[in-house]
């Protein structure tokens, strides 16, 4: 794009969104990166447009095909893999302003909202009716419902309940070209054509807008019961997994930390911690009370036989002190490289030690936590983000990290997305044909490039 060009965009998005939803020049600063920031990615968009219902998000899609502007959409701004990043330039078109609840039918389990509706307010929304939206990926006040439907957001309670996409039944997208489409709806069962529901989940803002979704929800369980678990290392924690799977247990969430995460956060642990811990188990069981209290029972018993301690915090305090992991390990250095990765759960105690190493190798200290039964982790290597030379060490390790992954039979991501930051990082992991697949679903949908572009790529 011209400088003439640009210097024109903003003009011409005014005649659709207003001129004061449009920003440019330093107003548009807060749109150049995403949650990565810490890690230096940063884009320079020539325009940001925020429009306040579906039909001007359209024009706005359409007016940039015209004219082979690319788009970066962009939700709460709360990913960790670069994905709301405007890499290529061009329009970053926000959906902060739809923000309407379309429809709530309690009597029927489901809600339609806007892409630009929060979580933690879609989740306030079902508990008000006594029902259960039940994934919770985290930052959940500033993500919003369309960005975790566009990456299959998952979150601890994942492990009983499966990640964002599960729950999406209908999606009202924005095509490419400008034209709206919705797939879906509020039918529990459609099958007449192909998935394309699905295919837009996790799509990352590549191959449509998503402007609005309809739910699934669940009544709210009547009664739930955390249970936390301390061990001397992460053999035994994952020896404690293979045992409440063998015995047919279906906890609701079952987290862990390890032991460098676990001295991080000790402080805040809502129970006493015994002396030689070095990996903790959070698990939690839900459902009707009576149900739910023999769950609980058998839990703890199973998570007992070979704990150094069992205890029994109140909900409320387990998750608040998980929630805030993730901040307290950044804080020890000022900024973390942090990257999510799928193992095998029985192989957890491996991957665990192989990040410790990897770590070591680079002259980093790292640490991890997770999902343990998905065997979902979240490998942080401590960084100074002032620091040019720690940031390039980091990304090299990194890089390992998704090595390490496929190594151990498992997968590169499962739940950040593969966004700009695992650009490429696909092809280690799957066949020439899948690559192929993915990549002619992407030139059908959006021939011209310029949804998202650099994001979600296969190969490097």
């Known amino acids: 794009m011209s400088a003439t060009e640009a210097s024109a965009l903003p003009r011409a998005l005014a005649e659709i969104v207003g001129a004061s939803h449009v920003l440019a020049g330093d107003a548009a ?35 940039c095909h015209a004219r082979g502007v690319p788009m970066t959409p962009r939700g709460g701004g709360s990913g960790l893999a670069g994905g709301a990043v405007p890499v290529s330039g061009g329009v970053v078109i926000g959906t902060e302003r739809l923000t309407a609840v379309r429809e709530l ?47 299959n957001a998952g979150g601890p309670h994942a492990f009983k309940y499966g990640a964002t996409g599960a729950w999406v039944s209908g999606i009202e997208a924005v095509l490419a070209d400008g034209e ?19 295919l837009l989940v996790g799509s990352e803002g590549t191959l449509g807008v998503i402007t609005a979704v309809t739910l699934r929800l669940l009544p709210a369980p009547e009664a739930t019961f955390p ?28 987290d862990y930390l390890d032991a460098t995460t676990l001295g991080f956060v000790a402080g805040a642990c809502p129970v006493a911690i015994p002396a030689g811990a070095g990996f903790v188990l959070m698990a939690e069981v839900d459902g009707a009370a009576g149900e739910a ?8 018993a199973v998570l007992a036989d070979g704990a150094l301690a069992v205890a029994e915090p109140r909900p409320a305090d387990v998750w608040r002190w998980r929630d805030g992991v993730s901040g ?38 790292a640490c991890s936590w997770g999902h343990a039964g998905d065997g979902n982790i979240h490998a942080s290597f401590l960084i100074d983000p002032r620091s040019r030379e720690e940031l390039a060490i980091a990304t090299t390790a990194t890089h390992e990290l998704f090595a390490l992954a496929i190594e151990l039979g498992g ?13 490429g990082q696909l092809e280690r992991q799957w066949n020439p044909g899948a690559i192929r697949a993915h990549e002619a679903i992407k030139a059908a949908l959006d021939p011209k490039g310029l949804l998202n572009p650099g994001k979600k790529v296969a190969r490097a």
């Open 227 to 254: 249970v936390v678990a301390f061990y001397a290392d992460a053999r035994a924690g994952t020896e404690a997994i293979g045992a409440v799977l063998g015995n047919g247990l279906q906890p609701a969430a079952l």
């Open 105 to 151: 039918v309690p009597e029927e389990w489901r809600m339609t909202v806007e892409a630009g509706v929060t979580t933690a307010h879609v989740h306030r929304l079902a508990l008000e009716n006594g029902l259960l939206f039940p994934p919770d990926p985290g930052a959940a006040e500033q993500s919003h419902i369309g960005g975790n439907v566009a990456t």
């Open 180 to 198: 709206p489409a919705t797939f879906g709806g509020a039918l529990r069962k459609d099958v007449g054509g192909y998935d394309l529901k699905s």
């Open 328 to 365: 307290t390990v950044a804080t020890e250095r000022g900024g973390k490289a942090s990257e999510d990765i799928v193992v095998p759960w029985s192989r957890l105690d491996e991957a665990i030690a192989a990040i410790r190493a990897i770590g070591a190798a680079h002259g980093l200290e």
């Open 411 to 423: 997968a590169v991501t499962g739940e950040h997305g593969v966004g700009y930051i695992k650009a």
């Open 293 to 300: 209290r023999r769950q609980r029972d058998e839990l703890v």
């Open 29 to 63: 600063r807060p749109y150049e990166t995403d949650a990565t920031a810490y890690r230096g990615l940063r884009g320079i968009p020539d325009a940001v447009a925020l429009p306040a219902t579906a039909e001007e998000l359209a024009s706005v899609v359409a007016w």
